[in-house]
């Protein structure tokens, strides 16, 4: 069975860092496009960044310059680092896995950055 296990939310204050990461099957890992989405209560589910299997990367506007997505193919895994993180990040953040005819989502990590 496919799954994406996200690890490394938690309580930061704001102007810290956290690191993100999430662990896909290697059935599938190679070949997608993996993706960093959050969620607050009440509000849809938006990208925060992506890297596509060849690497190329895009972020939302708002976490442009604080944000990096990176993935490891040796390790099945991609990352989300974190820096200046700011109040309104607060969030469930998923990862995201999306093939031709595929999309896995991970089952979500809480970031909240508060002082």
């Known amino acids: 069975q496919v799954q994406l296990v996200e690890s490394g939310g938690g309580l930061v204050q704001p102007g810290g860092s956290l690191r993100l990461s999430c662990a896909a099957s290697?059935?599938?890992?190679?070949?997608?496009?993996m993706g960093w989405y959050r969620q607050i209560p009440g509000k849809e589910r938006e990208l925060v960044a992506s890297?596509?299997?060849?690497?190329?990367?895009m972020y939302a506007d708002d976490v442009k310059a604080r944000f990096t997505i990176s993935r490891d193919n040796t390790k099945n895994t991609v990352y989300l680092q974190m820096n200046s993180l700011k109040p309104e990040d607060t969030a469930v953040y998923y990862c995201?896995?999306?093939?031709?005819?595929?999309?896995?989502w991970g089952k979500g990590t809480k970031v909240t950055s508060s002082s």
């Open positions: 290697r059935a599938i890992f190679s070949s997608s496009t």
């Open positions: 890297i596509t299997s060849a690497g190329s990367t």
């Open positions: 995201n896995a999306r093939g031709i005819s595929y999309v896995i």
